[in-house]
Structure formats: structure tokens, C-alpha cells
């Protein structure tokens, strides 16, 4: 159904590192820049990383994002309870323009 | 102080038609490309609409295409998503968000750097 696909879940003790995948294809991820929101519980997402692994004002660098032919891949490190969100990457995506993977929700055991 | 403030949303029938609204302040408007972009209930996000800085060139998903029309008001700093005949699917938290794009080295980046906090529609019998 969504063009970028993520793991549903992902979880991890406060203080670890977790990582959460974003795979497309060709026609998207593999020539295209990938960005990354963070959606908190009843609020609206927000800017993670922009360009593959850039950082906006603000964003601690607890967060960071790679990316590697049609995959990518957004680290949390130092995890905190806070850090409890659904998370979702984006990109172009050459016949449908502005698409989302379907969200990863991270639990913080 | 920099924010996107949506308006408009409600509860309607199937084939009825609304109009959201979206108003912009702390950048200059008319400098970026703006988008709409909604989540069903307990769903990911999914892109509606965009439209460029000057209003001259839209964008649609196809699941709204000849249904939506986006549009904007630089002179009120305000962005609009009309929608008529509604469907039960359309049934959404709409935001309103800025959109960053540029083309480099054959590459695209697209991002949303501000949202707002979103519209409620509902569309039900």
C-alpha cells in the first residue's frame, strides 16, 4: 500500500540505539534525497533529517540518517522515553511525486 | 513567531464539499511551496496537494485528482484545500505543511520543515 516500506514496530531499553529502515526502489530512494519525521502522540510530525543525514535547528544529534542505494535508514542513539513516536521517512518518488513509507512506532522499554 | 495554523474541518456527508484553510505566519509566504497533507485515523501520512510560492503550478495525489483544488492567497498569507464530493476515505487529519523542494546533481529533495497542528474531516452518513 505505501510505496516506502518500514518495519511496524521497532523497540529498545532507554539508553540503547535502535534503528528503523525505510526500503523503495529506483523511481524514489535510489535517486532522490530521504527525510525523516518524528510524530509524538497526538501531535503533528515533525522535520528529523532532511537530505539523507542533515539536521534542522534543534534536532539533537542523538539522531542521525544514512542511506545506501534504495534503502535508508534513520539511528536513534541515548534513547529516552521521550523519544516514543511514530516515525516516518519520505521522499520523491518519480511517478508519484511526494510519497511516505507507512510509520515505524518505536516503544522505549 | 513561525507557524501554520489550519481551520475548517468538520463532520459532513458523503458527496458534500468543505473548504480548509491554512494561515501562515513568521516567514514569508510567498517564498515557498506549500502542501497538504492528511492521516486517517490509526494510518501513516499520505501527500494531498501542493502548490508552488507564486500559485501558478498545483500538484495533486490521485486519490483526490478532479475531486481537490488547491489554492492560496499570498496577499493573506493563507493557503486553501477546497474538496468536494467527499468519500468516506477522505475521512482525515489534514495539515498543512512547508514544502522545500529543490533539484541538484539529478537528485530531488523533497521535505516538510513546518506543520501545523492539523483539521479534522470527517465525512460519515
Known amino acids: 500500500q505505501y510505496v516506502l516500506t518500514q518495519p511496524p514496530s521497532v523497540s529498545a531499553a532507554p539508553g540503547q540505539k535502535v534503528t528503523i529502515s525505510c526500503s523503495g526502489s529506483s523511481s524514489n530512494i535510489g535517486n532522490n534525497y530521504v527525510s525523516w519525521y518524528q510524530q509524538l502522540p497526538g501531535t503533528a510530525p515533525k522535520l528529523l533529517i532532511y537530505?539523507?543525514?542533515k539536521r534542522p535547528s534543534g534536532i539533537p544529534d542523538r539522531f542521525s540518517g544514512s542511506k545506501s542505494g534504495t534503502s535508508a535508514t534513520l539511528g536513534i542513539t541515548g534513547l529516552q522515553t521521550g523519544d516514543e513516536a511514530d516515525y516516518y521517512c519520505g521522499t520523491w518518488d518519480s511517478s508519484l511525486s511526494r510519497v511516505f513509507g507507512g510509520g515505524t512506532k518505536l516503544t522505549v522499554l | 513567531e513561525v507557524q501554520l495554523l489550519e481551520s475548517g474541518g468538520g463532520l459532513l456527508q458523503p458527496g458534500g464539499s468543505l473548504r480548509l484553510s491554512c494561515a501562515a505566519s513568521g516567514f514569508t509566504f510567498s517564498d515557498y511551496a506549500m502542501s497538504w497533507v492528511r492521516q486517517a485515523p490509526g494510518k501513516g501520512l499520505e501527500w494531498v496537494s501542493g502548490i508552488v510560492g507564486s500559485g501558478g503550478t498545483t500538484y495533486y495525489a490521485d486519490s483526490v485528482k478532479g475531486r481537490f483544488t488547491i489554492s492560496r492567497d499570498n496577499s493573506k498569507n493563507t493557503l486553501y484545500l477546497q474538496m468536494n464530493s467527499l468519500r468516506a476515505e477522505d475521512t482525515a487529519v489534514y495539515y498543512c505543511?512547508?514544502?522545500?523542494?529543490?533539484?541538484?546533481?539529478?537528485?530531488?529533495?523533497?521535505?516538510?520543515?513546518?506543520w501545523g497542528r492539523g483539521t479534522l474531516v470527517t465525512v460519515s452518513s
Open positions: 537530505d539523507n543525514n
Open positions: 505543511a512547508k514544502d522545500l523542494s529543490y533539484y541538484s546533481n539529478g537528485w530531488y529533495s523533497i521535505y516538510f520543515d513546518l
